[in-house]
Structures are given as structure tokens and as C-alpha cells.
């Protein structure tokens, strides 16, 4: 592991003076498309959101980033993708149904309903902490009894509405794992240590949803299931906080903004031997240190429990050594829909920049990898007027095929550059008068705002030696 990631609870806050307000992501969010309330022209729905056309593009590169390391560039690890609605028994067995559960309270005057372990953190500053707790909304000390409040959403199945039909909004993706285990060893003739990974919606019917899309009662989760040797988990268990801490960083999260908080004891699952967070220091006073991911060493715990409701095996047959074992399982367990937040943060900066008349402008910049950003490339026309739109489309017809770009023609180069700094596009090719003579552009890269006339024959590998393949 690197020397600056950090691996304990102790260390450094990051640096105070750097504050971004959620507010301020969530305008920028609404304000260029990228994330919106859902249903908005009908007032819309408490908790969901939708993606726009650069946050869908935004948070399918963060899936593909995920996906290119954990399955693309490893041959031990394959993918799957479990269906979203499942029976009744596969989440009786898993523990969900008994144990899914948030512990609920209510305010007997305003009739708010809270999570009690998040109100005791905030106002005793722990989560198991002793002490009366007063409404958060109404500042009554008349909150009620805590009740455990199940997080699974349910629905129904066919035509017919019977005790047999129900089914459920799956609210993890980890037991698709478990539940195809057998069938997914056997068809790739994986051998221990090997890993199973799976992308895709979740669904938790929270008591509090909020912080935008940090908390949703419908999510995107991104998980790996590393079925190991058991005696071998402790160490696989680091491998892999190390690699997950790396992953963030090496996409571009500021390290100082990354910490790995253990559960203590009262706060581990039923199924685990040791979980760590990874936390990520969200810089709005009201998020501050929050889990972007858990690494979880789930033990056996979960094949034994299907191979129990099932019946099915659930071993795996060690051939030289003609034993039969369940492998323990090492789970990294990330929020693809959160991490989207957390790249969306760490990228916004507040710059200032000498506009055309060289006087300093203040300058919004997302500084997102360049994996991450949604275009990689607009294409701008330095006039609407017709004499440049054929070279231009030709040229954006040109980096289209490689990189997800953009073409846009309308409001002065100023501001269309402003806009393309605003979504994180790393460069803008502008297609001049000039051009007309000497077949050449001008690319101008995001960071550095520098500006090179490139031939148009040369753009592509001049665009090819600085977008990494993803
Ligand atoms: P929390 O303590 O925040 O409720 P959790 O520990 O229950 O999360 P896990 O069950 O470990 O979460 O799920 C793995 C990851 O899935 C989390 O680290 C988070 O990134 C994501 N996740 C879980 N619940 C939500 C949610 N309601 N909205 C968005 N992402 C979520």
C-alpha cells in the first residue's frame, strides 16, 4: 500500500478552508442536467433523482471504472447480473427479512419519524451513546419508543395476489453472488482465491434519505464477493481495503480526503468477522466524514446459509487435497450512485482566470479524471455562421467514433468554454476561420487552459496521447 493513504482513524482533518456546500453541487446539478428531482413537474418524490444526460454519462464511467478493475483486468474475477425482484426465500435466508431493520422513532408531536442510532450520533456523538434525545424538527423532547423499521421493499408477482407471489426489490447485490455461486464456479472453472462481481440498483426503503444522492431509497451499488481459502481471509480481507483506498485515489480523490474508519463491536453485522468503511470527507458542514464503501469479511456465513434453506451444495471441491469447503468470502461494497458525489465534490474548484480582455474572472472548474468526465471533448464552431458548420461537423464526425463529445454552436466562445470548464470536459476544439485556410484547430485543454493549433489531420493522436483508454 502507498505511503500517503491513510489507514488509521488518526489522522490529519483535511484542510478546513477548503468548504464546498452541497448546495452548491446540487445547483450545479440542476443547473447543467446532471442530476435532477425526479418527477419534478409534478412536484416530485422525496429521495429520487434522475440522471441527466452528462450524469448518466458521469456515473456509467464511474461503473466502467469500477468494472474495468475489478473484472476487465483481472482474470480471477467475473461478472454477473442478478435479476432485481427475487423470492422470499432467498431473503429469509440471507438474514434480510429478520434483521434488514433500522431502529425507528416518532415525535409524538410533530409525527416526524427519525433513525435513532443517526440522531444519537449527532446529538451524543455515538451511535450506542446513553441519553435523552430531543426532536431534531420540532426540538420536543417527545420522541417515542424505537421500533425496528424494515428496509425491504415488496411487491407482488403475476395476476394473482397470493402469500406465494410476493416478491422483493432486491436491497443489496451481494447475494446474487451467493445465490449463483455454484453455477458460476463450475461454468468458469474459477479456483479459490476468485471473485464474483455484479453493478447495479438497490433499493432501501430509508426512514431518512437525504444529502442529495448520498442517501436514496433507490440506489446503485457496485460489489465484489472474493471467495477465499478459509485461514486466508485476514490477508485477503487488507489486500483488498488497499486496493479499494487506491482505486479512489488513483481516479483522483485528494488522499487527505479518505479515511478507513473499523467497526467496533456493538456495530458489526451478524455475518462479520471484521468490516472497515472507507470514508470520504464530503466538505459541507453537515456531511463531513461519511462511508462511501464497506469491506466486509462475511465468513462463510452466507453459503452455509443458502446451502442450508436450499438444499443445493454450496462447497467447493479442492481436488488435489480431495476436500470439500465454504469458502470465506471477502466483499467490497461500494455505492456507484455516492462515489458519483464524491468524485462530483473532490473535482469542484473555484479558480480564477483572465477573460478575453485579460481581466480576472472567477472560473468553476470540475476537475474530474478524465476517465470520469462525461465528454471528453467539445467540439465549438467560433461562429454560428454557415461557412464553418461543414468543417466543423467534419470534425466532430471525426472524434465522435473514439470519444463521447459534444457539439455546440450556441452563445460567445467565453461562455461556451465556461460551460465545458463547468461539466469537466478536458478539451475544446474550436474550429475557426482560419481553419478554413490552413485545416488546422485550436484545442484548449481544461487545467491548463493552454491552447495549441493543431492540424485537423493530426487531432486524433494528438487527442489519443492525452484521453486514456477506458
Ligand atoms: P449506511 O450505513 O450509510 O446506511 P450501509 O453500511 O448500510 O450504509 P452497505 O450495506 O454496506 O451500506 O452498502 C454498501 C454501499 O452501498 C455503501 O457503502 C454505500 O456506498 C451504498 N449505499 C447503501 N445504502 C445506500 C443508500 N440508501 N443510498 C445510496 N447509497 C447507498
Request: glycine share 6%; proline share 6%; with cysteine.
Amino acid at each position: 500500500m502507498s505511503e500517503h493513504l491513510p489507514t488509521t482513524n488518526e489522522q490529519p482533518l483535511p484542510d478546513p478552508s477548503v468548504t464546498v456546500e452541497l448546495k452548491t453541487i446540487v445547483e450545479l446539478c440542476k443547473a447543467r442536467g446532471i442530476i435532477f428531482p425526479t418527477a419534478e413537474i409534478y412536484g416530485g418524490v422525496r429521495s429520487t433523482w434522475d440522471y441527466g444526460p452528462l450524469g448518466v454519462e458521469l456515473k456509467e464511467n464511474v461503473k466502467r471504472q469500477w468494472w474495468r478493475s475489478m473484472v476487465q483486468l483481472r482474470d480471477e474475477i467475473v461478472g454477473m447480473e442478478q435479476a432485481i425482484l427475487g423470492p422470499t426465500e432467498v431473503w429469509q435466508a440471507s438474514g434480510h427479512l429478520a434483521n434488514f431493520a433500522d431502529p425507528l422513532v416518532e415525535c409524538a408531536k410533530c409525527h416526524q419519524r427519525f433513525r435513532e442510532d443517526h440522531l444519537r450520533e449527532e446529538q451524543l456523538g455515538a451511535e450506542d451513546a446513553e441519553g435523552d434525545l430531543i426532536c431534531p424538527s420540532c426540538k420536543a423532547d417527545t420522541l417515542g419508543d424505537p421500533r425496528s423499521f424494515n428496509l425491504m421493499f415488496k411487491t407482488n408477482m403475476g395476476p394473482v395476489e397470493t402469500a406465494g407471489s410476493t416478491v422483493w426489490l432486491r436491497p443489496e447485490t451481494a447475494q446474487g453472488m451467493f445465490v449463483d455461486f455454484a453455477t458460476i464456479q463450475r461454468t468458469t472453472r474459477r479456483k479459490p482465491p476468485f471473485g464474483i462481481a455484479q453493478m447495479g440498483k438497490s433499493f432501501r426503503n430509508e426512514i431518512t434519505p437525504g444529502n442529495f444522492v448520498f442517501r436514496t431509497r433507490e440506489f446503485e451499488q457496485m460489489e465484489m464477493e472474493y471467495f477465499v481459502e478459509p485461514g486466508t481471509d485476514e490477508q485477503w480481507h487488507q489486500y483488498w481495503i488497499d486496493e479499494r483506498l487506491r482505486w479512489y485515489v488513483d481516479l483522483g480523490i485528494r488522499p487527505e480526503n479518505l479515511r478507513i474508519r473499523e467497526h467496533g463491536e456493538a456495530e458489526l453485522s451478524h455475518y462479520a468477522k471484521r468490516t472497515v468503511d472507507i470514508d470520504y470527507y464530503f466538505p459541507d458542514e453537515s456531511m463531513g466524514w461519511s462511508e462511501l464503501e464497506g469491506l466486509a469479511n462475511r465468513t462463510d456465513f452466507d453459503l452455509k446459509a443458502h446451502q442450508e434453506a436450499s438444499g443445493q451444495d454450496l462447497t467447493y471441491y479442492d481436488q488435489p487435497n480431495d476436500r470439500r469447503y465454504h469458502p470465506y468470502v471477502i466483499e467490497p461494497a461500494a455505492g456507484a450512485t455516492r462515489a458519483t458525489l464524491a468524485f462530483l465534490f473532490d473535482a469542484y474548484r473555484v479558480e480564477s482566470a483572465p477573460d478575453a480582455k485579460g481581466e480576472l474572472q472567477e472560473r468553476v472548474v470540475l476537475k474530474l479524471d478524465k476517465r470520469l468526465a462525461p465528454y471528453k471533448v467539445a467540439v465549438l464552431p467560433l461562429s454560428k455562421k454557415e461557412s464553418l458548420t461543414p468543417t466543423a461537423r467534419e470534425v466532430f464526425d471525426l472524434v465522435k467514433v473514439r470519444w463521447m463529445s459534444e457539439y455546440d454552436e450556441t452563445q460567445s466562445i467565453g461562455r461556451r468554454y465556461r460551460r465545458q470548464d463547468e461539466i469537466g470536459t478536458p478539451y475544446c476544439v474550436t474550429v475557426d476561420f482560419d481553419t478554413l485556410d490552413d485545416r488546422a484547430v485550436t484545442v484548449r485543454d481544461r487545467d491548463t487552459m493552454q491552447q495549441d493549433r493543431v492540424p485537423i489531420a493530426a487531432l486524433e493522436s494528438y487527442l489519443a496521447e492525452r484521453l486514456p483508454v477506458c
